[in-house]
């Protein structure tokens, strides 16, 4: 799972695609497709144990953007 922000669309969700699978094709580069709602309460629990690490700007930037 890949969270993506920004300032025009707010907060995305979205999972690596690695490409074909297919041994008989040359793997492409990944690239990010959108994925179903994100469960944001997970996310921000796992976030609040590490995040601790951050500066406190960035972690308060952070957790607003996860709750908003």
Same mark, same amino acid.
Request: charged share 25%; proline share 3%; glycine share 6%.
């Given at each position: 799972?890949?969270?993506?922000? @920004?300032?025009?669309? *707010?907060?995305?969700?979205?999972?690596?695609?690695? *490409? /074909?699978? @297919?041994?008989?094709?040359?793997?492409? /580069?990944?690239?990010?497709?959108?994925? /179903?709602?994100?469960?944001?309460?997970?996310?921000?629990?796992?976030?609040?144990?590490? *995040?601790?690490?951050? !500066?406190?700007?960035?972690? !308060?930037?952070? /957790? *607003?953007?996860?709750?908003?």
């Amino acid at each position: 799972m890949v969270l993506t922000w @920004n300032n025009k669309s *707010g907060l995305s969700n979205h999972k690596v695609d690695s *490409g /074909s699978d @297919n041994p008989a094709r040359i793997k492409a /580069s990944p690239i990010l497709v959108k994925e /179903s709602k994100a469960d944001i309460n997970h996310v921000f629990k796992l976030f609040e144990e590490s *995040g601790q690490k951050l !500066e406190h700007d960035l972690y !308060e930037f952070i /957790s *607003g953007k996860l709750l908003a």
